[in-house]
């Protein structure tokens, strides 16, 4: 088959768009580092359609040494219209775009004991679903791991609009672990 330039979108299939799409957060976390509300930019293009469609997620980080759990980022596809199409044309808008974002904000205000302190074992779901629950989330699902200084990420979230390939959920499971890369 030749390539020709004209035709990349039909060639590209959905799955090379989709790593694609994921594989430049990386060089966005890069270059915009020090931007206010990067977890939660990062947070939202994981959850829009162009990544896993999501419905809802949840970003936090359980450390343990200052015994608190903390909200970073929320996203909720229906608060979607608070913020440009293209994040990142103008970044350091996001956080003023949001302010009336009722989901992205309950989860940033969130503020809570470490669950490690309690003994709450972050890799069993029973433990992590009355989590979910409390935060708003259907059916949560999860991902956990370790991160630097004793601290663990989490990222909790509803079922994707369209069942994922196995592939797709490590790809999703390591793509998500980006987070912990983004200031808080």
């Known amino acids: 088959m030749k390539f020709n330039k004209n035709n990349r979108n039909d060639f590209l299939n959905d799955d090379h768009r989709l790593t694609s799409y994921l594989s ?21 293009e994981i959850g ?5 469609g999501l419905k809802r997620a949840t970003y936090l980080v ?32 996001f956080v003023g775009d ?23 074992d972050l890799k069993n779901p029973k433990d992590i679903k009355e989590l979910g629950n409390d935060l708003g989330i259907d059916g949560p699902r999860f991902f956990s791991w370790n991160m630097k200084h004793g601290n663990h990420g989490l ?10 390939d196995e592939w797709k959920e490590k790809l999703f499971s390591n793509i998500a672990a980006l987070l912990s890369f983004c200031g808080i």
């Open 98 to 120: 949001m302010k009336d974002a009722e989901y992205h904000n309950n989860v940033k205000s969130f503020l809570h004991d470490s669950l490690r302190k309690k003994e709450i």
């Open 48 to 52: 829009h359609k162009n990544g896993f």
């Open 62 to 93: 359980d450390n343990p040494d200052f015994n608190h759990l903390l909200g970073v980022a929320g996203y909720c596809n229906k608060e979607c219209c608070y913020h440009k199409d293209d994040l990142w044309k103008n970044p350091c808008s």
């Open 24 to 44: 430049d957060l990386l060089h966005k976390v890069l270059r915009y580092h020090d931007v206010d509300g990067l977890p939660q930019m990062v947070l939202h």
């Open 155 to 164: 990222l909790i979230f509803e079922n994707p609009e369209k069942p994922l």
